[in-house]
């Protein structure tokens, strides 16, 4: 069945959960653009995050980083992936709200321990006990993301397309967001 987006769709949740991946299949099922809020940051800054947390540390970073999601919601629907801080922020969530739709890709610990323990490129997790720094981050953000407007559960045994059905399904109980054609 075709539908419409009608307001951009901002994907959060942990390192793992798979904003990405399932942003990127969400966005061909929809036809509509892919964006990832941290890629955006580090072209319009030509440089890493890790090289803009070390040079001009963290508050100037989530500075930006809200910039840039202001900047993404204004524009045509789309699906956004954002990093996992920017939801823990009130104003970027007060504004998500506003203006698009947050929905919580919500994985439970071990599955998102089994997604990230062999990458690199989490520097959250460069520390002597990874699997225990990632239940205390785990711990800390779950109320927080619980505020999304929406949440779908993620499980191991689902492929990305089966994902990407379950979030148009959630997307469908809201009619201000997807509008069946």
């Known amino acids: 069945m075709a539908a ?3 307001k951009t769709v901002v994907l959060v949740g942990m390192m793992g959960a798979g904003k990405s991946a ?3 299949g969400l966005s061909k099922r929809l036809g509509v653009p892919f964006r990832d809020s941290d890629a955006e940051i580090e072209l319009a800054a030509d440089r890493t995050i890790a090289e803009i947390f070390e ?3 963290e508050a100037f970073f989530r500075d930006r980083e809200s910039e840039v999601i202001s900047r993404l919601l204004d524009g045509r629907p789309a699906i956004l992936s954002t990093g996992g801080g920017a939801f823990l922020a009130e104003r970027n969530r007060r504004m998500i709200h506003e203006r698009g739709v947050s929905i919580l890709l919500k994985a439970d610990v071990e599955l ?3 997604r990230v ?3 690199t490129n989490r520097p959250l997790l460069r520390t002597p006990n990874p699997r225990a720094t990632l239940e205390a981050i785990y711990a ?3 109320p927080i993301y619980a505020k999304a407007d929406l949440a779908v559960q993620a499980r191991s045994e689902y492929a990305i397309s ?4 379950q979030v148009v399904k959630a997307l469908r ?3 201000d967001v997807l509008e069946d054609c």
Do not use: C, F, Q, Y
């Not at 089966?162 to 059905?165: D, F, G, L, N, S």
């Open 162 to 165: 089966e994902m990407v059905e």
């Open 173 to 175: 109980s809201r009619p």
């Open 4 to 6: 419409r987006l009608k």
């Open 22 to 24: 399932i942003g990127t």
């Open 112 to 114: 998102l321990w089994n």
């Open 140 to 142: 800390e953000r779950a």
């Open 55 to 57: 040079r001009d540390g």
């Open 117 to 119: 323990k062999h990458k």
